[in-house]
């Protein structure tokens, strides 16, 4: 099942393949509506990939993730509205608000566990939906409007949608070799210790709580990235991107393309929204056919799209 | 010889029960001293005060000079007391070498380093390889925690507890469920750490503590009945009574 010549080495390395190429495509006369829904996907699978680090390696059932996605586009929104439109100034502090409500979040809810957890992170996230709803001044319910992207300097134009696009799919890559470097590391070996059996993590001398409290705030942060990206890519922000019917979206992004594996969560972005896409074209009750699919994976591959593709789990 | 461990007046109650009942105990460095008494005496409840999981009602523990009755359970570990569990506790979707190695982990310093691949890590792998090798799972090392056999996951158990260089191990009944074959390993394994730890051992299997034990305990409802040299404990009509009269056959 290892090596480079598996049946899921071909697959991953096809995806990225078809990936880096697709503006290529676009190009040469492909649908240009391919572009914008890839950069979508490879936004939000973004999202998944630090939403994967905390759920897949950590254990930590985050259903607020969506928060991020809403403050990170916020931030970016907010200056954007309020004039400042450098991407120096945007970006940086879309992942310190991340950050810092991540900071808040984790402190409080990672001192429970099961469903308060769940439930904790989940009032959190509704709470900031109903605070962001409430800025009259930012639009409130309807949402705010970004008249220009992120400025940065000479060659990078985010309006160019090519350019955009391979920002966004950098990023991506960048992200998932961090995530990759950090699980592999003595970090990431406590933080799948704690996610594994946290008492016998505390028994042995490690104080899990701050291992996982930092590992939440990066997953937050990076997922900000993803927000600031989306803010970009829609020119609009709205308190709709941090409902937690999203933040339930990008569980099921990393549940169905494989906890815990590196390629899994973009998999599962891919696998979600092309599926959605086609089978929202095909019908409106789209949703009786995704459930049940959804379901199958979920009972008959625990490793996901990534494990029936025979990825072998060590840790 | 100076007391590593001492525990003063300690109790503990889970409502209308006496898990332990003013209990008084001291353990001089080096010494295997082995706590016995009937199912549901307090000996899990005294391992878990001692360790940091449970928090006595009242009473003092101190370790290696220092008062530890608040210290939660990371940092007495770090101060160099371990402990095994009654009931296995491990890793269990870890390879068997992650599970040593992460033991090693937790005693080299925080682990915030987010960069290095700590599976390439010599300063870790090697110490539990060695700890491995020990407990003569040198050859289950890349197997997931999952796969290997009861008596396995108790040789696991006390590598752990070695890997993490403690001054005082804390073993809670590590032959339950082993063979005879695999308890006589154990005891063999046992006798050889107490060369050069403080053993606190709580077992049933009197075999094993007669033949191990500097020092017995007896524990019947939280409280120490008797305490002393095993020849005395053996010949304790009190605890004859007690406790031992029905395993008399086992090592009369
Ligand atoms: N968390 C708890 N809540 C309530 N009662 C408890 C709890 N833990 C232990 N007890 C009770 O405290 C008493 C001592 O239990 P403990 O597990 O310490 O006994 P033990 O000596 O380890 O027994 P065994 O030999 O069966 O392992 C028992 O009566 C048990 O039922
Ligand atoms: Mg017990």
Redesign the pocket.
Request: net charge negative; proline share 4%.
């Given at each position: 099942m290892s090596g480079w010549l598996s049946v899921r080495a071909i697959a991953i390395v096809a995806l990225l393949l078809a990936l880096v190429l697709l503006p290529v495509h676009v190009e040469l006369g492909g649908s240009r509506f391919l572009l914008t829904l890839f950069t979508r996907i490879i936004i939000l699978a973004l999202a998944a990939v630090s939403l994967n680090l905390i759920l897949g390696y950590g254990g930590m059932m985050s259903f607020g993730h969506a928060a991020y996605l809403g403050i990170g586009g916020y931030a970016v929104g907010i200056l954007a509205h309020e004039g400042v439109f450098t991407g120096f100034i945007q970006w940086p502090v879309a992942l310190a608000a991340s950050a810092l409500f991540a900071l808040v979040i984790g402190a409080l809810s990672l001192r429970t566990r099961g469903v308060y957890f769940i439930m904790i992170t989940l009032a959190f996230a509704q709470m900031a939906y109903y605070v962001v709803a409430g800025l009259a001044r930012y639009g409130g319910d309807d949402g705010l409007t970004i008249y220009k992207r992120s400025q940065f300097i000479a060659p990078i134009d985010l309006s160019n949608k090519v350019q955009f696009y391979y920002i966004c799919l950098a990023l991506l890559f960048g992200s998932m070799y961090l995530v990759r470097r950090i699980v592999n590391s003595r970090f990431g070996l406590a933080i799948q210790g704690a996610r594994s059996n946290d008492t016998r993590m505390r028994a042995i001398g490690f104080p899990t709580y701050r291992y996982k409290l930092v590992c939440f705030v990066i997953a937050g942060t990076l997922c900000g990235l993803s927000g600031a990206l989306i803010a970009n890519h829609t020119d609009f922000v709205s308190p709709a991107m941090m409902y937690w019917t999203r933040s339930g979206d990008l569980i099921i992004m990393v549940v169905l393309g494989g906890m815990g594996s590196t390629f899994g969560p973009l998999v599962g972005a891919v696998a979600l929204l092309v599926l959605e896409e086609v089978l929202s074209s095909i019908t409106e009750y789209w949703q009786i056919i995704l459930g049940p699919l959804l379901l199958l994976v979920v009972l008959f591959a625990r490793g996901g799209i990534d494990g029936l593709l025979g990825k072998v789990r060590h840790g | 010889m100076a007391d590593l461990l001492r525990v003063e007046n300690l109790a503990k109650r889970?409502?209308g029960?006496v898990?332990t009942d003013d209990l008084v105990l001291n353990i001089p460095e080096g010494e295997l001293h082995a706590v016995i008494?009937?199912?549901?005496?307090?000996?899990?409840?005294?391992?878990?005060q001692l360790s940091g999981q449970?928090t006595p009602d009242s009473g003092r523990i101190h370790f290696a000079g220092s008062d530890i009755t608040a210290e939660p359970m990371y940092a007495r570990s770090a101060l160099g007391l371990a402990r095994s569990f009654?009931i296995t506790s491990l890793f269990l979707d870890l390879s068997v070498l992650d599970n040593v190695a992460l033991a090693v982990q937790a005693r080299a310093g925080h682990s915030f380093h987010f960069w290095h691949n700590a599976r390439r890590e010599p300063e870790l792998r090697d110490p539990a390889r060695t700890a491995l090798a020990r407990v003569g799972l040198s050859a289950r090392a890349d197997l997931p925690a999952s796969a290997l056999s009861h008596g396995e996951h108790r040789q696991l158990e006390l590598a752990m507890a070695l890997a993490s260089r403690p001054r005082m191990l804390l073993l809670?009944?590590p032959m339950a469920g082993l063979g005879p074959e695999e308890s006589a390993r154990m005891v063999t394994m046992l006798r050889e750490l107490k060369k050069e730890l403080t053993i606190l051992l709580?077992e049933?299997d009197m075999e094993a503590v007669f033949a191990l034990a500097d020092r017995i305990t007896v524990?019947v409802y939280?409280r120490v009945i008797a305490s002393g040299k095993p020849e005395d404990i053996r010949n304790n009509a009190q605890v004859r009574d007690a406790y031992l009269g029905e395993q008399e056959a086992v090592h009369a």
């Open positions: - | 889970f409502g029960i898990a008494g009937p199912n549901g005496a307090g000996k899990t409840t005294l391992i878990a449970l009654q809670d009944e709580v049933h524990l939280g």
